[in-house]
């Protein structure tokens, strides 16, 4: 049966890098018998036009039925005086929990052979390849009690609360394990269990899951602040790093100034296999919409494209096709081709248009 993948595009350069991902779909239509069954939906503001709706039931449903997501970017300076529960960015957040994505993968990888030849971080990560699982419905962004209170006193307090089950905790863990033995078969699970009880019981949890069910991956335990500083200096140590939902924040977007520039970075969002072993997921660039360049047809449509070789790889097991373009994105940089976004001297300095077709010809 063919792969049913939707396609949302969203807005500001959603759209321009999403037309690039377009192409190497139809080249790989017109060179292989292998055939999607592409839908294309609204999201974010240019839903909110359509439908008054940063994500209408329609979206939401197209969702479920198909067996991958492909995300642009959404939000703007047009819609950003709207009250919160308008605002375009609700549209991902909704796809987030009603598909019950938990599991945020976030690549740290260094393709780029000539990224700052000499510096001293050129070493550090020239070859970096880690990943970053991180935990995205649950931990403190989410736990009860939250909020700003005024004591007795009349002086205020924050309060946020790190909660998470055992069960959400195996369930994100078996994603890292399960990653791990597709790479280099190591973990290194992060948490704060000399100060933190829901930091004990991560700890505690994963040595489990991983004994009794991934006996042949590596498992490491790390502190996570210790982790940040081994991050920046000796990247190349980790494998799969898996993290709450707070500390995988902080130390993805660590991770990802390593390697460089945003408009080189995928993501994944995993749900939970289902009766019939299929996973929702949902696969864009880190990046947002960048009102700043859109309509110039200058934006880097590299971590879209590299966003939908992790589809390939994870959704529909199309491991080689994903190599396939990781290669070319890789060939291309190698060439000499840059968008603006990571210019150097002495490089050709290209649109986003050309840069597409140049992956494309790879
Ligand atoms: P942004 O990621 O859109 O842009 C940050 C900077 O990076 C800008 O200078 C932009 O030009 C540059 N940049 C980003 N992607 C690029 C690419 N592919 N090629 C070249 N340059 C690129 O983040 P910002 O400016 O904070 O947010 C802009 C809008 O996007 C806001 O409305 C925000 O809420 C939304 N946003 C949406 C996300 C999503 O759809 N998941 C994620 C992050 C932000
Ligand atoms: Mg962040």
Not at 7 to 19: A, H, Q, S, T
Not at 89 to 109: S, W, Y
């Amino acid at each position: 049966s063919n792969k049913k993948l939707l396609i949302l595009p969203g807005d500001g350069i959603g759209p321009e890098v999403v037309r690039e991902v377009r192409r190497v779909i139809e080249w790989m239509d017109r060179r292989r018998s292998v055939s999607f069954d592409i839908s294309e939906g609204v999201v974010g503001g240019a839903a909110l036009d359509a439908e008054g709706s940063p994500c209408p039931d329609e979206t939401v449903a197209a969702a479920r039925a198909a067996d991958a997501v492909l995300f642009g970017s959404v939000g703007g300076p047009k819609w950003d005086s709207l009250p919160f529960e308008k605002r375009p960015e609700l549209g991902v957040l909704r796809l987030r929990k009603d598909l019950g994505l938990f599991a945020n993968l976030r690549p740290a990888v260094v393709l780029d052979p000539l990224a700052d030849a000499s510096s001293l971080k050129a070493d550090l990560v020239r070859g970096l390849d880690l990943m970053i699982v991180r935990e995205s419905t649950g931990g403190i962004y989410f736990g009860e009690p939250r909020g700003i209170e005024i004591m007795a006193d009349g002086k205020r307090r924050g309060i946020d609360t790190e909660v998470y089950t055992e069960d959400e905790i195996a369930r994100v863990a078996r994603v890292a394990f399960d990653l791990a033995r597709k790479r280099r078969n190591k973990v290194t699970s992060v948490e704060k269990a000399n100060v933190m009880q829901s930091g004990r019981l991560w700890r505690a949890v994963v040595g489990e899951i991983g004994r009794a069910e991934f006996p042949d991956v590596e498992l490491e335990h790390m502190y996570a602040d210790n982790c940040a500083m081994q991050l920046c200096s000796r990247p190349k140590q980790f494998d799969v790093i898996l993290g709450s939902n707070l500390f995988g924040d902080v130390l993805s977007d660590l991770a990802a100034a390593l390697t460089g520039s945003l408009g080189m970075l995928p993501s994944a969002t995993l749900g939970a296999p289902d009766a019939s072993g299929r996973r929702h997921a949902l696969y864009e660039p880190v990046h947002g919409s960048a009102p700043d360049i859109a309509g110039k047809g200058i934006a880097n449509p590299c971590a879209q494209m590299l966003s939908f070789a992790m589809l390939l790889r994870w959704s529909f097991e199309m491991e080689e096709d994903a190599k396939l373009i990781e290669t070319a994105v890789q060939r291309v940089l190698a060439g000499g081709l840059r968008t603006a976004d990571i210019m150097q001297t002495g490089m050709a300095r290209v649109g986003t248009s050309v840069m597409g077709e140049a992956i494309v010809r790879e």
